[in-house]
């Protein structure tokens, strides 16, 4: 019912900026709210931000809060979240999820490389 699609990873020095845009198709009237996570190698997927359906709300991992901020464009279809002063475990592959009447609907996910 919901495609989703990221875009926007790639390589950064630590202290570099990227920001990520995930693009909704489909039923995209129906999703509420919308969230990033991360999956490091050999580690679980973990949430990094989430944004509720208005924009009005906005949720942080503690480790990345002040640092990364997640917004939406519903006029878009769009989520973004603009990631600043990168560290080196901030390294993962990043995917977009957006959640309706309690099914999760994924991205193929994007890489992300914070290395000197």
């Known amino acids: 019912q919901v495609q989703l699609v990221e875009s926007g ?11 990520l845009s995930c ?27 989430r944004i509720s359906s208005t924009g009005a709300i906005k949720n942080y991992q503690a480790s990345v809060k002040g640092r990364f901020t ?28 957006a959640e309706l009447n309690g099914l999760d609907y994924w991205g193929q996910g994007t890489q992300v490389t914070v290395s000197s």
């Open 9 to 19: 990873g790639g390589l950064e020095q630590p202290g570099g900026s990227l920001r």
């Open 23 to 49: 693009a909704a198709s489909g039923s995209t009237f129906r999703i509420a709210r919308m969230s990033w996570y991360r999956q490091a190698p050999e580690k679980e997927r973990e949430l990094v931000a």
């Open 70 to 97: 997640i917004s939406r464009d519903n006029t878009k279809y769009t989520v973004d979240l603009q990631m600043n002063s990168l560290k080196p475990e901030d390294s993962a592959v990043y995917y977009c999820n």
